[in-house]
């Protein structure tokens, strides 16, 4: 099956996995641009990073190619679990098959003030918190600490699948 293997990165975390993928099944990582003449119907890898829930530029791509034809690398700070895919799924309208969730990192020397600021928001609601899922408090000591969580044994289903189907 012939794959495009598209990532969106703002820290670098993202093109990590991309990077990785690319190595494994001998594709070529190649940084989304909209309107970059993809195909209605061909079938996309598309590794991308979350902000406040959202798969950055999901939309765009989905305007593109088909979103059956789309599987999602998701790359973001939350410790992954079914949750979060769940979640990721309904807030960005897509099939929750479709999504891989891989952790990323934080580079705090690469984020602009606003960016810093809506992390210590994210920071300070969990701080108050009574009581925190573990999940939580491992989010809260990433925001705290910074750096990279980056595993890429998380993008092992990911490459096993697309074998399966080649
Ligand atoms: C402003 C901001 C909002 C974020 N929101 C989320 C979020 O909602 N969920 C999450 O898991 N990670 C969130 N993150 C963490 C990023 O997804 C994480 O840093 C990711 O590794 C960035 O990937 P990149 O380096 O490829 O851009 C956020 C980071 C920033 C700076």
Known sequence: MDVKLLYVSRTGFTKQYADYIADKLKLQAIEYKKGSGLNKNDNIIFCSSVFG??????????????QRKIRVLACGIVPPSSEVINQLAKENHIDAEQIYYVPGGLDYSKLNFLKKSILKMVKSSLEKKVVRSADE????RRLNVGGSFVDFSYCDALIKDYLNER
């Open 53 to 66: 829930g959202n798969i950055t530029e999901l939309t765009d791509i989905r305007n593109e190619v088909d």
């Open 137 to 140: 408090e491992e989010t809260l």
